[in-house]
């Protein structure tokens, strides 16, 4: 073993007690909870001055001077109430140190892996997952990585005592990442470009083995194409992350060849092709809301005006920012969009009711009579970093306790700084 090696099997052992596992009790179902006079955002627009009543676990009623006998009040007066987060694309629980492989379970070796399902490989105990709530993310897509055929997502929520409390769906589609489409230059060119075509030939014929397994009733069961029937059937969706142009024309002929459900993930070059998109009914998760061009005559800002681009085409789209920890700065990339032209009732719908409705939970990430009571007040706007303030979370009805390590070291340190100024 290398010094190398030596050191980062150290570490793990190190540092593995402390970050595989934080201390906080789960949520306890709370009594009925009267917040009055607070900003609310909902999926239309913005109430001002409004009252919210939360009993049972769902939104029992919005308007103004509310009532509930039993009922705790809390005056939210100059404070903003938003549906809970819902991250997509998202590795939480499943990568907690990514230098350190042993903390890292979210993909499998092979390419054509469908029956993989990324809330088998789930911490509801990552001393990471705290830290997204705290930024206001209740939801998270479990999403399998990998060279091809990944596995299949679940929709789970932040709270609970085991991957059971949180599941919400287990198997919410299939991923498939899209081999890259581009062609080099000069004498590799014919090498790339057959080697592309040989990838894409392999996913045609994964798909129509999988047809042929499921139209013909068998003895052996082939766990890779049973567990994609619903797929087949129509009832989830097939995630494709892809963001080249020609990556997504061939995502949309393979959906039409066999009837999916189209879920483009990544889609930067997805504003070149608005009406394709629309045309076949591809919504796109975009993932790259605070992110660079991609071609070094495109403009600077393009990667952040891209998603009104797409609002103002009529594209279904969500927003999403990739990744485990990274993800807690999904706020600020809806933030980004509301800067870059994007209407912000359009943003607020692109984090959460949005997300819920592609994940096959319509009544998640919205406020309004009879949805769940998944709800989070903020002392500010959550989409600008200088008031952005996550006070308190309901998921269900439960309150959530938003302690996180990241704000204990910080009044660690805060504390520290303090006692020498002090000296």
């Given at each position: 073993?290398?010094?190398?090696?030596?050191?980062?099997?150290?570490?793990?052992?190190?540092?593995?007690?402390a970050?595989?596992?934080?201390d906080?009790?789960?949520g306890?179902?709370?009594q009925?909870?009267?917040?009055?006079?607070?900003?609310?955002?909902?999926?239309?627009g913005?109430?001002?001055?409004?009252?919210?009543?939360?009993?049972?676990?769902?939104?029992?009623?919005?308007?103004?001077?509310?009532?509930?006998?039993?009922?705790?009040v809390?005056?939210?007066?100059?404070?903003?109430?938003?549906?809970?987060?819902?991250?997509?694309?998202?590795?939480?629980?499943?990568?907690e140190?990514?230098?350190?492989r042993?903390?890292?379970?979210?993909?499998?070796?092979g390419?054509?892996?469908?029956?993989l399902?990324?809330?088998?490989?789930?911490?509801?105990?990552?001393?990471?997952?705290?830290?997204?709530?705290?930024?206001?993310?209740?939801?998270?897509?479990?999403?399998?990585?990998?060279?091809?055929?990944?596995?299949?997502?679940?929709?789970?929520?932040?709270?609970?005592?085991?991957?059971?409390?949180?599941?919400?769906?287990?198997d919410?589609?299939?991923?498939?990442?899209?081999?890259?489409?581009?062609?080099?230059?000069?004498?590799?060119?014919?090498?790339?470009?057959?080697?592309?075509?040989?990838?894409?030939?392999r996913?045609?014929?994964?798909?129509?083995d999988a047809?042929?397994?499921?139209?013909?009733?068998?003895?052996?069961?082939?766990?890779?194409?049973?567990?994609?029937?619903?797929?087949?059937?129509?009832?989830?969706?097939?995630?494709?992350?892809?963001?080249?142009?020609?990556?997504?024309?061939?995502?949309?002929?393979l959906?039409?060849?066999?009837k999916?459900q189209?879920?483009i993930?990544?889609?930067?070059?997805?504003?070149?092709?608005?009406?394709?998109?629309?045309?076949?009914?591809?919504?796109?998760?975009?993932?790259?809301?605070?992110?660079?061009p991609?071609?070094?005559?495109?403009?600077?800002?393009?990667?952040?005006?891209?998603?009104?681009?797409?609002?103002?085409?009529?594209?279904?789209?969500?927003?999403?920012?990739?990744?485990?920890?990274?993800?807690?700065?999904?706020?600020?990339?809806?933030?980004?969009?509301?800067?870059?032209?994007?209407?912000?009732?359009?943003?607020?719908?692109?984090i959460?009711?949005?997300?819920?409705?592609?994940?096959?939970?319509?009544?998640?990430?919205?406020?309004?009579v009879?949805?769940?009571?998944?709800?989070?007040?903020?002392?500010?706007d959550?989409?600008?970093?200088?008031?952005?303030?996550?006070?308190?979370?309901?998921?269900?009805?439960?309150a959530?306790?938003?302690?996180?390590?990241?704000?204990r070291?910080y009044?660690?340190?805060?504390?520290?700084?303090?006692?020498?100024?002090?000296?």
């Open positions: 073993m290398t010094k190398l090696n030596t050191l980062l099997a150290l570490v793990a052992i190190a540092i593995s007690p970050s595989h596992s934080h906080l009790l789960p306890q179902q709370a009925a909870q009267l917040i009055s006079n607070a900003t609310v955002h909902t999926p239309e913005v109430l001002t001055n409004t009252d919210v009543l939360l009993q049972a676990g769902k939104i029992a009623a919005i308007g103004t001077d509310l009532a509930a006998a039993n009922a705790t809390l005056d939210a007066s100059g404070k903003h109430l938003y549906p809970t987060l819902i991250g997509l694309d998202n590795q939480i629980g499943l990568t140190i990514g230098a350190v042993a903390t890292v379970d979210s993909r499998e070796v390419l054509i892996n469908p029956q399902r990324a809330a088998s490989a789930f911490n509801i105990e990552s001393e990471v997952l705290p830290t997204l709530r705290a930024n206001g993310i209740g939801y998270a897509q479990l999403t399998p990585k990998g060279g091809m055929l990944a596995g299949q997502s679940a929709l789970v929520q932040l709270d609970g005592w085991n991957v059971h409390d949180a599941m919400v769906a287990a919410t589609g299939v991923h498939l990442y899209w081999p890259d489409a581009r062609l080099a230059q000069g004498k590799q060119r014919q090498e790339g470009a057959e080697h592309y075509a040989r990838q894409h030939q996913i045609i014929d994964a798909f129509t047809s042929h397994y499921l139209q013909v009733p068998r003895q052996q069961i082939d766990t890779r194409w049973q567990a994609m029937a619903q797929l087949m059937r129509g009832q989830s969706s097939l995630f494709v992350h892809a963001n080249q142009q020609r990556q997504m024309e061939h995502a949309i002929a959906a039409q060849q066999f999916l189209l879920v993930v990544g889609g930067f070059d997805s504003y070149l092709m608005t009406d394709s998109l629309k045309a076949a009914n591809v919504a796109v998760i975009y993932t790259h809301g605070k992110g660079l991609r071609h070094a005559d495109q403009p600077y800002d393009l990667a952040f005006q891209i998603p009104a681009m797409l609002a103002d085409a009529g594209v279904e789209f969500a927003l999403a920012f990739s990744g485990s920890w990274e993800s807690r700065n999904l706020a600020f990339v809806a933030g980004q969009a509301v800067a870059f032209g994007l209407d912000k009732t359009a943003a607020l719908n692109a959460s009711a949005t997300p819920a409705k592609l994940l096959g939970q319509p009544r998640l990430g919205r406020i309004e009879g949805a769940p009571a998944s709800v989070i007040l903020s002392r500010g959550l989409f600008d970093p200088s008031q952005h303030g996550v006070e308190q979370m309901w998921l269900a009805g439960k959530i306790n938003l302690d996180n390590r990241h704000q070291l009044q660690k340190y805060q504390q520290r700084y303090q006692q020498q100024a002090q000296q």
